[in-house]
């Protein structure tokens, strides 16, 4: 297996250099075909015991950082990639998403996004205990500086394409997630032990806020809604709410089944299922997270030049086999590395969706057939 290692000197390993395209200089005619064929291969994916999908993600860099802000740049940014990623062999197509960032349902209990030059926006906590936050006169996302922000930038998406493209929800955070912005990621742990049902009331009011202003988004793009949104492959004939979850590995599996877990889900519930995603080395948490009811998706990173600690693939082989959960395996480097790890995640009664970045679209014919080969 190549030796490739993370390379941290690059602000996104996942991130391909595109051109922005400007809303009446896009394809929107010849993408309508290309996003139909692909939704005809996905359909019949979503709905099989076992198979295949492979994705060559475009994403733009710039979003996902300093640029998330810019309604414009944006827009022209992700256009150029929704472009690009037709050039690439693939089942699933790119798709936009007006909005990157955490932090969107911290600021309904008055956190403040901090802006700092060239990086992405963050927030830290305002609270010193769990307690004070329940005390927090908490308000609808939507009427929040960045909840307006963040719907603005869907009405201008929206109004920029005619609506004719696919797209997605903001960066949606879990709710544990979400409260580690809230409470210091210390004395929250402290008061997972000490206090569960004050923590869990928490997580509640917070997968309450998040519901109301998914379902505000939800109206705001209408039949261009693609599931499960943000860092999963992601398709109109999809379903289940994508939420990261990254503070997982904080803690033990007992305890995230009785404090995390429940929220996780109800943030999913009205929207036909949760998909999971964790940066980082999951693999020992598959048992906690396969228990989660309506679970559809999970998203992990497999080899060194993906994440600064990948996955191992045998453990989801082994747990995701005839579950109908279905992989969303993110795989960064050339043909032969992406379908060394394909090989090793690959069993009959999987459903696999491989997420490629081959720099070259003669590297993704290849990888592309020698994905299908394999999995055939």
């Excluded at 940066?279 to 009811?293: E, F, H, K, M, T």
Aim: with cysteine; glycine share 10%.
């Amino acid at each position: 297996m190549q030796t490739t290692t993370f390379d941290y000197r690059r602000a996104d390993a996942q991130a391909t250099a595109v051109e922005p395209l400007a809303p009446d200089e896009f394809p929107y005619d010849e993408f309508a075909w290309y996003e139909q064929a692909c939704r005809e291969r996905c359909r019949a994916f979503w709905a099989a015991e076992s198979g295949v999908l492979v994705c060559r993600r475009v994403r733009a860099g710039a979003c996902f950082s300093a640029g998330c802000a810019d309604a414009e740049r944006s827009l022209a940014l992700q256009l150029g990639a929704l472009r690009a990623g037709m050039e690439y062999a693939g089942d699933v197509p790119g798709f936009l998403e007006p909005w990157y960032g955490i932090g969107t349902v911290a600021s309904a209990f008055g956190a403040q996004y901090q802006w700092k030059a060239g990086q992405a926006p963050a927030v830290s906590p305002p609270f010193r205990s769990v307690g004070e936050a329940l005390e927090y006169p908490a308000r609808p996302v939507a009427q929040t500086a960045i909840g307006r922000h963040t719907l603005g930038m869907i009405d201008y998406f929206v109004e920029a394409t005619g609506g004719r493209l696919p797209m997605s929800l903001t960066d949606t955070q879990s709710p544990l997630n979400v409260a580690t912005l809230l409470v210091a990621v210390s004395e929250f742990l402290l008061e997972c032990v000490d206090a569960p049902d004050r923590v869990r009331k928490l997580l509640g009011r917070i997968a309450e806020l998040q519901v109301d202003f998914v379902r505000e988004q939800q109206a705001r793009i209408g039949d261009a809604l693609v599931w499960p949104g943000h860092g999963f492959s992601s398709s109109r004939e999809f379903c289940g709410l994508g939420q990261s979850d990254d503070n997982l590995l904080t803690m033990s599996g007992p305890m995230y089944d009785e404090v995390a877990a429940p929220s996780f889900w109800a943030c999913g519930a009205p929207f036909r299922g949760v998909a999971f995603h964790s940066c980082g080395n999951w693999s020992g948490r598959l048992p906690v997270i396969r228990r989660l009811p309506g679970l559809r998706v999970v998203d992990a990173a497999f080899g060194p030049a993906t994440d600064p600690r990948p996955n191992p693939p045998e453990p989801f082989a082994a747990a995701l086999t005839g579950t109908g959960i279905v992989l969303n395996a993110r795989i960064v480097g050339p043909p032969e590395t992406v379908l060394e790890y394909v090989r090793k995640l690959w069993r009959p009664g999987m459903q696999l969706i491989v997420v490629t970045y081959c720099e070259t679209p003669a590297e993704q014919a290849e990888v592309y057939e020698g994905i299908h080969e394999v999995c055939g």
